[in-house]
């Protein structure tokens, strides 16, 4: 074992890279740490130390020609005037202090650069330049020469901020508590003995002055409510928000009634109180994660940019103006973004977005290239047979998306219970009305008010938002990220779980690895990591992930030949890798774990033997959830590993393999048609039709900042062994929720005791409603609290 | 006793003075990022850093402005 990198912390290995007497564990480290130095940034290690990041592989110099096409530019920028703009990027690995502290000293590293400013949460930096010193092609170079890679895709250049709408709530919530505090005071008086007798002059004077601050809390302030119970209407849905609505308005007309004939200064202060807490429960249960993406499609992955064959040679286009017919080049690591025909050059296309397969096929010329490709190995040219919105990737997904509007979600508990506790309101009401209307007629209306008033369900509509919305943080701090708060509903409902197969069961990276055969030498298993390292191929990069060390040797003669194997010489000793038939000669395969023969020395010293490995804890997971779900595992590979997963998963039949991204889809619709609720754990482009199609999509992801397909949850993949924990949990959230609704009910009780008599004042009111609403709220956070303790999330 | 209307006229035209502040804040973004802020104060300010050290001429003086989506 190494020193840690002075860059980015990672373990150096035997062979460091020494720059400055300080050691670093590759090129790419050192480079950066050279480049902050000569500009006297190195604060930037002392702000957070090893605070930089790895960057593995440093793209080829042509991969950001495209900003320098005007149209592609001028979309990315949120600000131009002259040779001044401002440009927003996403940079997902702002981590740190140092972040912020060296993205913010980008004029340091270039004169163009103006000013920059860091949005941690969102992990954003917005950099005002001079175009006459830098292009913003030279500023994401910039960038990326030091290791902050933003992430531009065509999605966000289509998209503008969302900021409004948190901002928007923030100030309903400021003018709300503004008026809260302030007709308080003017309510106090009244409550006071002798309160009755403070005479026209105060009481006129309050209830106006109450009235002016409850029109913007009544109009403004609560639009919201109003506008999804006339959704919800429109569905034939009474939710939460019906009730709300219909309490603010008899309130509001209730209270203004007083006022104007100086009976008394109304409600008011229970009107806007209630506003308040509505809308402080709705910021709690709204504070999501920024700076994840649930709702990415197939644009995310797509580039933004295509370089074309044109008569004037090579071209960057945005990839919206790609036309049938065109001939465009594609590169090494570069995704495919139309089907198109093979023109010329090798190719190699690793499928792996789209079914999950990482073993790249060979493509003959004359060949259709479906769209989700990615090439590996030497530039091909290839001819666009459909346009990008036509392919049948992006085919695959829109149609999802036009199934899923028409298909309703699993409607939530607490609109349930407002259907039921709107109905019965609206009788008791009626009754009394009744009642009284035959026994004293005068009290009839107040008593229909009256009820209608106290059985408001503040209590009951703060409930949810409060308890979910601390689950949603326990979960966050565990490793597990919500899209919202309904998602721990739809968890605990689920009765069927489907796995897809790599990446989410098995480690997508790492690989089991043995070699079987004579052992080789440490010197000789440095030499093989030389020669693996020349290649893109994913068994070669198994293979040298697997070795430890750094080999210190040039490599030689190297050839990669396609779909056969890799040939060099290292410090003078040929080494073949690849497979039996290219190595030995031999013809016959073994169709089933991955084999990679090894010639060595004049020897064939036997083969490694890859196959994969399945996360840490997966049969524990699978028992434990296996005792209320029934579990069934989807994967686009062959047969191979059946044998493996049939003792951990017991079912044969619920074992499917060779599926395509089409047929996981079906899969999931089949199973809902069944009356199962599916949840369905994915990782990749290929599963995104099924996480879509299932009732809860997640996704497992190592970097949970990076590509993930849309899906109701992101679950860090290191945290896969607590699934069983966060199912039980949401269980748990959800007897809170109950025990909190008992909680509100019991103080409707009492409040309905006094309305349905008629002697509903003013002061009851404003003691019971904040009294039940902050007991509910209470309750929920500190039991969801102490809960997550106890069960150590 | 009227001299309550006074005051709560008065009270009211302090508080919407800070209302409106609390409104031009939220405006003007300061809500947004509730993490930097914090940690920026802390780094020195990047106009005058050592004297004695030759920094490059683009940097010296260069106030350090606050965040603003203008």
């Known amino acids: ?793 | 006793m009227s001299v309550i209307i006074i005051l709560v006229i008065v009270g009211i035209i302090v508080a919407g003075g800070f209302l409106l502040g609390f409104i031009w804040a939220v405006r003007n973004g300061q809500y947004d990022d509730m993490y930097s802020p914090g940690v920026r104060v802390l780094f020195e300010d990047p106009g005058k850093p050592d004297p004695e050290e030759q920094i490059p001429d683009s940097t010296k003086g260069k106030e350090k402005t606050t965040i603003s989506d203008k």
């Open chain 1, 1 to 793: 074992m190494g020193a840690p990198c002075v860059h980015c912390g990672e373990d150096c290995g035997s062979h460091p890279v020494i720059w400055d007497d300080k050691p670093f564990c590759c090129h790419g480290c050192s480079t950066v740490y050279q480049i902050l130095n000569q500009n006297k940034l190195d604060k930037y290690y002392e702000i957070q130390p090893m605070a930089g990041i790895k960057v593995d592989r440093v793209e080829s110099g042509n991969k950001y020609a495209y900003l320098d096409n005007e149209e592609i530019a001028g979309k990315l920028l949120t600000f131009s005037d002259g040779n001044i703009h401002v440009v927003n990027l996403f940079v997902p690995t702002i981590h740190c202090a140092s972040c912020i502290w060296l993205l913010e000293n980008l004029h340091t590293l270039d004169a163009g650069v103006i000013q920059s400013s860091v949005n941690f949460p969102r992990k954003q930096v917005s950099i005002t330049f001079n175009s006459d010193e830098i292009t913003l092609r030279q500023l994401v170079e910039l960038l990326v020469s030091i290791h902050y890679v933003p992430e531009i895709t065509l999605d966000q250049l289509d998209k503008k901020d969302t900021l409004n709408s948190s901002r928007s709530l923030l100030l309903k919530i400021g003018i709300a508590g503004f008026s809260f505090m302030n007709v308080m005071l003017y309510n106090f008086p009244e409550y006071l003995p002798g309160g009755d007798q403070l005479g026209n002059l105060f009481t006129g004077f309050f209830g106006f002055m109450s009235f002016i601050l409850a029109l913007p809390v009544v109009f403004y302030g609560a639009n919201d409510y109003y506008l999804s119970a006339v959704k919800g209407l429109k569905h034939k849905i009474v939710n939460i928000d019906v009730p709300i609505t219909l309490g603010i308005f008899t309130l509001f007309l209730q209270s203004t009634y007083e006022i104007v004939t100086l009976q008394g200064i109304g409600y008011m202060d229970s009107l806007i109180g209630l506003v308040f807490f509505l809308l402080i429960g709705k910021w709690y249960q709204g504070k999501t994660y920024q700076a994840l993406s649930f709702e990415r499609n197939y644009k995310s992955y797509f580039p933004v940019a295509v370089s074309l064959v044109t008569e004037n040679g090579e071209e960057s286009i945005p990839l919206s103006n790609l036309k049938q017919g065109d001939r465009m080049i594609i590169r090494n690591q570069e995704l495919i973004p139309a089907d198109a025909t093979l023109l010329s050059g090798k190719a190699n296309i690793d499928y792996s977005f789209v079914t999950g397969e990482s073993i790249p096929v060979e493509k003959k010329e004359g060949a259709m290239i479906f769209a989700g490709g990615r090439q590996v190995g030497s530039a091909i040219e290839l001819e666009v047979v459909n346009k990008v919105e036509q392919s049948y990737l992006t085919q695959l997904w829109n149609q999802d998306k036009s199934g899923k509007k028409t298909d309703n979600k699993l409607t939530t508990v607490v609109d349930n219970v407002s259907h039921y506790f709107t109905i019965i309101i609206l009788s008791i009401a009626t009754f009394a009305g009744i009642y009284w209307l035959i026994n004293d007629p005068s009290l009839a209306l107040f008593a229909f008010t009256s009820v209608l008033i106290i059985a408001c369900p503040c209590a009951l509509a703060l409930t949810v938002p409060f308890t979910f919305g601390s689950t949603m943080r326990v979960f966050g701090r565990a490793g597990f990220y919500l899209k919202n708060t309904g998602v721990i509903e739809n968890l605990r409902k689920t009765d069927a779980i489907v796995f897809d197969k790599t990446g989410t069961i098995t480690l997508s990276r790492s690989m089991d690895i043995g070699f079987v055969g004579e052992e080789l030498t440490p010197k000789e298993r440095l030499m093989v990591k030389a020669l693996a390292s020349q290649s893109s191929h994913p068994l070669s990069v198994s293979i040298k992930d697997s070795i430890a060390g750094q080999p210190e040797w040039e490599v030689e003669n190297y050839q990669e030949i396609p779909s056969l194997g890799i040939t060099g010489i290292v410090d003078g000793v040929r080494i073949n890798l690849g497979s039996k038939k290219f190595v030995t000669g031999k013809t016959d395969e073994d169709a089933n774990a991955s084999h990679v023969y090894c010639f060595i020395d004049n020897r064939i010293a036997g083969h490694f033997r890859i196959a994969n490995s399945y996360r840490k804890g997966l049969p524990e997971v699978i028992n434990e959830l296996q005792k209320k779900h029934e579990l069934y595992l989807l994967s686009g590979d062959n047969e191979s590993e059946r044998e493996n997963l049939l003792p951990v998963f017991g079912h044969n039949d619920r074992l499917k393999f060779n599926q395509s991204p089409q047929d996981k889809m079906d899969f999931i619709t089949k199973l809902k048609s069944e009356g199962k609720r599916v949840m369905m754990i994915g990782d990749g482009l290929n599963d995104a039709g099924a996480l879509m199609e299932s009732d809860v999509g997640l996704t497992i992801a190592d970097d949970i900042y990076s590509f993930s397909p849309a899906c109701d949850g992101i679950i860090e993949s290191k945290k896969f062994n607590k699934l069983p924990d966060f199912f039980h949990f949401s269980g748990l959230a959800m007897r809170v929720v109950v025990i909190s609704f008992i909680i509100s009910f019991l103080y409707n009780v009492v409040g309905l005791y006094f309305a349905v008599q008629g002697n509903l004042s003013p002061i009851i009111a404003a003691i019971l409603m904040p009294i039940s609403s902050v007991t509910v709220v209470a309750f929920a956070t500190l039991s969801i609290e102490h809960l997550s303790k106890k069960s150590k999330l």
